[in-house]
């Protein structure tokens, strides 16, 4: 079976209740559970929560919550891998064959079936452990600079100060939307972020982390402005 993830905890201290707070219209995590549903690509869209108000917000908008999570899983220190391998291993308890594994994030209100099926097609049609979603850094990490201990500027790499942006490679990061996975790969806890990983380009404008209240609002000007002009 193909298996979607969606991990929520409870405990969000930054922005509290982040997960079900309502974001244009519609509880945060409700945009992750219905590109899921709309992608069908999954055999069963499933949310891991250790709180029972998040679960029923997830059940209310077609989300399964057959499960709750652990305690030890649920800090603030617990990981991805763990609560995805705990997920598997819960299905297979059940008599369940996963076979590959979606874990898309509650904050994802970007994400779109089409995101989904793409990576689902680099999984399948690669040699690969994993396949995420990724975008180019806007600014060349090259000439990034730091302010140092006595409030001075100093180049991270001061060798590329004379170089044109235009001559420095692209950098790329992690979207912090959707990790598709082997449920091998994800059973043995293999490294995501290695060559055994392959992305899936989404346009920077369609990337946005939402841990701070300013995040949020910038966040919802553009998803906004995404719906005005789609």
């Known amino acids: 079976m193909k298996l979607a993830v969606i991990p929520a905890r409870g405990g969000s201290k930054r922005i509290p209740r982040k997960n079900i707070k309502q974001f244009c219209g519609k509880p945060m995590i409700a945009w992750s559970i219905e590109a899921a549903l709309q992608s069908r690509c999954f055999d069963q869209v499933v949310v891991s929560t250790d ?7 997830a059940r209310q908008h077609g989300a399964d919550v057959p499960f709750m999570r652990p305690a030890e899983l649920s800090d603030d220190h617990t990981g991805t891998i763990p609560v995805i391998r705990h997920a598997i291993e819960w299905f ?3 008599g369940r064959t996963v076979e590959q594994v979606c874990c898309l994030y509650a904050t994802a209100p970007f994400v779109t079936a089409e995101d989904l099926n793409r990576g689902m097609q680099v999984l399948q ?11 180019s850094y806007a600014f060349p990490i090259q000439r990034a600079i730091r302010i140092n201990g006595q409030g001075r500027v100093e180049m991270f790499n001061p060798e590329y100060f004379n170089t044109r942006s235009q001559d420095l490679e692209g950098a790329f990061h992690d979207a912090g939307q959707f990790y598709w996975g082997g449920a ?17 380009m989404l346009q920077r404008h369609r990337v946005q982390d939402i841990d701070t209240p300013e995040d949020w609002m910038r966040a919802e000007w553009l998803f906004k402005a995404m719906m005005q002009e789609g």
Do not use: R
């Open 125 to 135: 049609g690669n040699d690969c452990d994993y396949a995420f979603s990724v975008t």
């Open 92 to 94: 297979t308890l059940q």
């Open 51 to 57: 709180d029972a108000e998040i679960a029923d917000v």
């Open 184 to 200: 091998d790969a994800w059973l043995q806890g293999k490294q995501i972020f290695s060559p055994d990983a392959l992305p899936v």
